[in-house]
């Protein structure tokens, strides 16, 4: 039965701004609807707020960078693999060869997923065909959850076509599918292909793809982070495979096959007999096309880009074409991501402040550390485990030190066309990951680089990071006070350590390793805090949407630890508190297109961000306090109601 709250979230609409809101009546609106007023999306993008205006700064850092370096008005820095990430963005930002090479660059590739004949030329060729497009199934190497020395084979399904499964159930899929296959249909006529035979690979592929969305993973379902470990015996796991060779197939891709498989989706690997067979030959075929032309009009050009389009467009409300030459830097970026974050955190990030953010986290940790002492429902043995595992925290901040591997092994022609580059690029990404299985854990890898507006906790390494990209305003700068550093960056880092002893992190021990360290009572009552965080979640109504509480979990007990941390902080350092709170709120101002929110809040394990000020704030006492919040005010909430964690 769920709690009924008395205000959750304040009072009034996030998405309706009002300008004679009080603090005391909804946070959020008090502090950003001035600037709601006045701000803009632009055309090409889907949102705009505090985080895509850091995304813009980064983005127009680095493209004027790359300019410079293309055309020599700057000397290239001496950081490795650097020159291979700019020679991938001179070429894809040159749509003159783009232009002219229209469709040509795919169709031998194209037409060996037509001339499939049978189920057996599939089973033979898959392998090669991983190297072409999607097969209907997915697999990885990762870290061993239960060992996080060792690294293990995982085994998935497939990405639907409409965002989440339960997007099939909503009133919009029929119309969001017809979209999605009428730009099929044109994108494949428009590399050749006969338009009869178009449409009869896309209606396949619909087919196929209506099969997978009933029993792939939900978006709540993957929210569940140690739920994907289902460790089965190489035998086992082979014997759910009656048509399809799956020994054959790991064989030609595997450096060795695996005693074990972990199987991240159970319910797809018992369905698989009956979806990957010969009877269903021709939807996989067409599924395999239909992914094959929708995943590649990027590298082509400019009208493939605008021909895949459309789909885009109706799941986003973006009205225009990202702009061609931050689409080169993109594509460039995604295949050069650690290269182009130590570029950036190397010039843009300085001692100064890397020394300050890390005494910053020190700081918090140790508060951190504080609360848990103070605990006053955990037993001083579950206390004693979360303090050894809080201790053992990996800090990784700015950008690495080192580049990994991979990047050396990535090669860039210049001669050959774009989409050459990227399929080639994306065989040397996977051969190196698959290679890894015989390989101990690098525990030094980043998750993320330097030039990224993010931070995130690695449960597996027990690691936190924050990219050089997050360490600036309003989230940090050196010349802002204590209190409105602690409301951005501080909440921010006390967050990722939340992260930590969320209800994903609190099963992981101090090494990464899956293993219970709570007591049967504590871990009780920790799941009862839990239940209380989905519940007063679950149902908040934001725009055309009403939120998931169980699939947001995780990083909504994140927010309440983190703001609860920061404060406690800010307290000891005599930070001001209104000042805290404010930037806290402007840390989260996001204007969204509704379509944009609708599918947020299908794929994503965070609430939108408005979402994320409101109840963090309604949950401390010292907003009341700070504010003087009555009890008929729009943020007022009981006593008794208010969520504490840690």
Known sequence: MKNNFTIRGGAGDL?????????????????????????????????????????MRIEKRMMADLDNLAVGKEELPKIQDLEKGLNLYKLALDFDRRNQDGAEPIKADLKKLMDLANFDQFNQNASSLNEITSLPFSFDVEADMKNTQEHVFEFGGPATFLPDTTSYQQ???KKLLGILEKQSINLLTMAGVDETAAAKYVKDALAFDQKLAKVVKSTEEWADYPAAYNPYSLQDFLAKFKSFDMKEFLSKILPVLPEKVIVLEPRFLDHAEELINPANFEEIKG?????????VATYLSQSFREAAFPYQQAISGQTELTPQKRHAYYLANSSFSEVFGVYYGKKYFG??????????????????????????????????????????????????????????????????????????????????????????????????????????????????????????????????????????????????????????????????NMKNWWTDEDFKEFNKRTQAVIDIYDGLSYGPSKLNGKQVVAE???????????????????????ELFENYARSWAQKQRPEAIKTEIAVDVHAPQPTRVNIP??????FFETFDVKETDGMWLDPDQRVKIW
């Open 15 to 55: 998405t309706e701004l009002n300008t004679t809101t009080r603090p005391q009546d909804n946070l959020y609106l008090a502090v950003n609807s001035a600037w709601q007023k006045d701000a803009v999306i632009p055309a090409d993008r889907t949102e705009i707020g505090v985080n895509t205006e850091i995304d």
């Open 556 to 578: 909504n007990i994140a927010d309440l630890g983190g703001l609860s941390c920061a404060i406690q902080a800010n307290k000891q350092e005599g930070g001001s508190m209104k």
């Open 287 to 295: 599924w395999m096309i239909t992914k094959f032309i929708n995943n």
């Open 171 to 173: 009133g919009d899929a």
């Open 617 to 622: 704030a309604q949950c401390q006492d010292e």
């Open 351 to 512: 001692e100064e402040a890397k020394a300050d953010v890390t005494d910053m986290i020190q700081r918090m940790i140790k508060v951190y550390e504080e609360r848990i002492q103070a605990n006053n429902w955990l037993s001083e043995a579950t206390k004693e485990k979360a303090i050894v595992k809080l201790r053992a925290l990996v800090l990784k901040i700015g950008y690495p030190e080192k580049i990994e591997e991979v990047y050396d092994l990535i090669q860039v022609d210049p001669t050959k066309n774009l989409y050459e580059n990227e399929k080639n690029i994306a065989q040397v990404v996977e051969k190196y990951n698959l290679a890894q299985l015989t390989k101990p854990v690098d525990r030094s890898v980043w998750l993320m680089p330097g030039n990224m507006n993010n931070a995130c906790y690695d449960p597996q390494r027990n690691d936190i990071t924050f990219p050089a990209g997050i360490l600036q305003a309003p989230f940090y700068d050196l010349n802002q006070s204590r209190g409105t550093n602690y409301g951005g960056i501080g909440a921010t880092i006390a967050h990722e350590i939340s992260h930590a002893f969320d209800n994903n992190g609190a099963k992981f021990d101090e090494h990464g």
